[in-house]
């Protein structure tokens, strides 16, 4: 059974920065590209990001980039989304997505 964990959320000030973390379990890490989303109250879900299960090739939304990073570490099994100059706009609950399966997402808030 294939299982996901986000974690890292929190309340951060506009400007500022959080990095949340993705584990799994159930699956071969490396074998499987990362995607993060967000979905915002009364929004649909968004994707945020994304790379390829060999950590290249990272790709944003335009809402995110140059602000977002995604990132992966392939021997410790973890997935990053490093969030830098956070907007109010930003305020989400962020899921972490791997071989179709989802986690419970973790929550950012951001105040202005």
């Known amino acids: 059974q294939i299982q996901i964990v986000e974690s890292g959320g929190g309340l951060v000030q506009a400007g500022g920065s959080l990095r949340l973390s993705c584990t799994a379990s159930?699956?071969?890490?490396?074998?499987?590209?990362i995607d993060w989303y967000r979905q915002a109250p009364g929004k649909e879900r968004e994707w945020v990001g994304g790379?390829?299960?060999?950590?290249?090739?990272?790709v944003y939304a335009d809402s995110v980039k140059g602000r977002f990073t995604v990132s992966r570490d392939n021997v410790k099994n973890i997935g990053y989304l490093q969030m830098n100059n956070l907007k109010p706009e930003d305020t989400a609950l962020y899921f972490c997505?791997?071989?179709?399966?989802w986690g419970q997402g973790t929550q950012v808030t951001v105040s202005p």
């Open positions: 159930g699956f071969t890490w490396s074998s499987s590209g």
């Open positions: 790379m390829t299960s060999a950590g290249t090739h990272p």
């Open positions: 997505s791997m071989k179709n399966v």
